[in-house]
């Protein structure tokens, strides 16, 4: 069987499972996600031992510690995703909601209402808790999905489909609802792309070059996430202290994720003062620090930082800074070097953070707050689907509101056209 035919089959399921999740009572999608939540927090230890399997297999092929770190599912890990599933489970229902109502002088009356998108296909790396989040969030909107991880988290990703499955059948749903792709191989992913007769949008999750791929490849709509060349400008009445503070977490907290700092601008005007004190918190940290010949003057360990370096989204315990002389150069560069993801401005001038804010066109922006609250559970949207940096039909932390379109319910009595 070649990948098209095998994809098929995912297809056709999925498309046969459509209409009755879509039209199914929210109380059932919830007791799904209830179920799936119990199953899980029950099933730790199991867990645990598969991912671990993974984990390993990981750092035998050789893989960055990041990318290990993306891996990895511990207490808190599982704990987030059993929170985000019991927050969708309290989020307001959205499956064929009225948006207006209203009557044209020749007496039609025209309804639109949200209906779900479809069929979802995401394809993923490493993050085994995509697994859940994601499903978690097309049962509750009442879409199908199909799911593509990466061969580096197969088992763990088999297992937690397992648990999504049993819960939907339990609570009396299709268990195609959300189908994960047991075959790894990279031919399967080419295909999926373009399997538009069955899946209504691809998003994938991870690398600059997976989403590139996706975007140059797919026949299917596509949703650009994930990609962060995230800035933060440190202007010149900030407080050193909470930049610093803020840099740190930022950068440390989880350097694998799209929202973690990769690129500081430091207003010239404190570099002398300022640099210093974030350098010796960058290296009792573990980051590698790379910056302009400014910065080198000033911090002479810092290590030389190329252009290529300003584009680079590190995913790792790596920063490079840049001296700017005020916010103007500050926004260029931004402008010109960001994934139009997160960003942030460091100050104590009311009106120059309103610049900043008003000026850079990025999915969040930031003022005096690290940029890792970029992020579907932290804006309290339950799990996200993905962090979008593009402008259709979706932006930012991709909740449950943004897996809706619209359907147009029009009725006449007997209207004709004129």
């Given at each position: ?188 992913a080419n295909e999926l792309m373009r399997l538009d007769k069955y899946v209504d949008l691809l998003i994938p ?212 056209r004129k």
């Open positions: 069987m070649d990948a098209k035919q095998y994809l098929e089959e995912y297809g056709a399921k999925a498309r046969a499972a459509v209409v009755s999740l879509a039209n199914s009572p929210v109380e059932r999608r919830n007791d799904a996600l209830k179920k799936l939540a119990e199953i899980i927090e029950n099933s730790k230890d199991e867990i645990y031992a598969v991912n671990k399997l993974d984990v390993e297999y990981a750092r035998e092929k050789g893989l960055s510690s990041a990318m290990v770190d993306r891996l990895v599912l511990n207490e808190k890990r599982v704990h987030d995703m059993t929170k985000g599933l019991e927050q969708l489970i309290n989020l307001q229902e959205y499956c064929n909601k009225v948006e207006s109502v209203y009557e044209r002088p020749d007496g039609l009356v025209i309804k639109k209402i949200l209906v779900p998108l479809g069929v979802i296909a995401i394809i993923y790396e490493s993050r085994p808790n995509v697994t859940v989040d994601a499903a978690g969030l097309c049962i509750k909107s009442g879409n199908v999905c199909i799911l593509r991880g990466g061969s580096e988290a197969i088992n763990t990703n088999k297992l937690l489909a397992l648990y999504v499955r049993r819960a939907l059948e339990e609570a009396g749903l299709s268990g195609d609802s959300v189908q994960l792709i047991q075959n790894t191989d990279r031919a399967i999750r991870g690398s600059a070059g997976l989403i590139n791929a996706v975007t140059q490849n797919s026949t299917v709509p596509v949703i650009q996430t994930g990609a962060g060349n995230c800035h933060i400008y440190v202007e010149k009445t900030a407080d050193r202290q909470m930049a610093v503070d803020i840099i740190e977490n930022a950068k440390i907290q989880k350097p694998s994720a799209c929202n973690s700092v990769e690129k500081i601008l430091v207003d010239r005007d404190i570099l002398a003062e300022f640099l210093p004190e974030l350098n010796e918190r960058m290296k009792k940290d573990g980051v590698t620090v790379k910056g302009c010949e400014e910065c080198r003057a000033v911090c002479g360990d810092i290590l030389p930082a190329t252009e290529e370096d300003w584009y680079k989204e590190y995913n790792d315990l790596i920063l490079a800074v840049k001296a700017v002389s005020g916010i103007d150069e500050a926004l260029a560069r931004i402008d010109k070097y960001s994934t139009k993801h997160s960003e942030a401005i460091i100050t104590g001038d009311a009106a120059l953070a309103d610049k900043f804010m008003r000026g850079v066109d990025s999915a969040a922006v930031y003022h005096n707050a690290s940029t890792r609250f970029s992020d579907g559970f932290e804006f309290g949207m339950g799990a996200e689907i993905g962090i979008s940096t593009q402008k259709l039909h979706a932006r930012g932390p991709m909740g449950l509101r943004e897996l809706y379109t619209c359907k147009y319910l029009v009725e006449g009595k007997g209207n004709i």
